[in-house]
Each structure stands twice: as structure tokens, then as C-alpha cells.
């Protein structure tokens, strides 16, 4: 029953900016974690921050602090990454995904890719001049 579109991505210039959606359909539960993870070209899936419907808490990777915002429209079961002052290296395939449990966010780690239960099938984000 879930079901996560993401939208957004495209061509940007360095210190640009630009603002991904992900909708997410049949997301009923009280207690979730939304994530967005990005895969650049021949490396490795990466977590770029989290938000936890506990509490609201967000975290992030160091690599998007300061630059990259999560929030969370709850009426319109839509996710956003507004992300700014872009750089090179944050070309990458974006991709959503929804853990469906409750985390403590005053632990470490709630924040992973091998526990979100459902997945986006990504937008494509490429930085360059």
C-alpha cells in the first residue's frame, strides 16, 4: 500500500538551488521515519538526512549540513529536500524511503538505509557549470 514518487531533480548550476519532493501515498502509520539517500555515479548508496515523525527530529549527513533542509508536509503526504548552495559533488541519483517504526533520535544510527521498508525509484540531481 505505500508508495513513494520523488520529483525535482535536474540540472543545476554550482551554489545553486533546488528543492526535491517525494510523495508518498498509504503512509497512515503514527510512528515512521523518512529518509533521503543519494547513489552518485559508480559509488556506493549514501544517507543525506532523516526525519522522525516521534518527535520531528531531523539529522544529517556532515557533507549536507548547513546547506541541504528536511521537511514534511503531513496534509499533502509529501516529503521535501530543499537543497542549497549545491555543489559538484552532490550529483547523484536522490532517493526517498520510509522506515515504518518508531526510533529513538536520542540514539545514533537511526538513520539507515538497510532499515527503510519502502523505497522511491530515485530523481536525478546532476551539479554542474
Known amino acids: 500500500q505505500m508508495h513513494l514518487v520523488e520529483s525535482g531533480g535536474g540540472l543545476v548550476q554550482p551554489g545553486g538551488s533546488l528543492r526535491l519532493s517525494c510523495a508518498a501515498s498509504?503512509?497512515?502509520?503514527?510512528?515512521?521515519?523518512i529518509g533521503w539517500f543519494r547513489q552518485a555515479p559508480g559509488k556506493e548508496r549514501e544517507g543525506v538526512g532523516c526525519?522522525?515523525?516521534?518527535?520531528?527530529?531531523?539529522v544529517y549527513a556532515d557533507s549536507v549540513k548547513g546547506r541541504f533542509t528536511i521537511t514534511y508536509d503531513k496534509a499533502k503526504n509529501t516529503v521535501f529536500l530543499q537543497m542549497n548552495n549545491l555543489k559538484p559533488e552532490d550529483t547523484a541519483v536522490y532517493y526517498c524511503?520510509?522506515?515504518?517504526?518508531?526510533?529513538?533520535?536520542?540514539?545514533?544510527?537511526?538513520?539507515?538505509?538497510?532499515?527503510?521498508?519502502?523505497w522511491g525509484k530515485g530523481t536525478l540531481v546532476t551539479v554542474s557549470s
Open positions: 524511503a520510509v522506515e515504518l517504526a518508531w526510533v529513538n533520535t536520542n540514539g545514533s544510527s537511526w538513520c539507515r538505509d538497510h532499515d527503510m521498508d519502502f
Open positions: 526525519f522522525s515523525s516521534n518527535d520531528g527530529s531531523t
Open positions: 498509504g503512509l497512515t502509520s503514527n510512528y515512521y521515519v
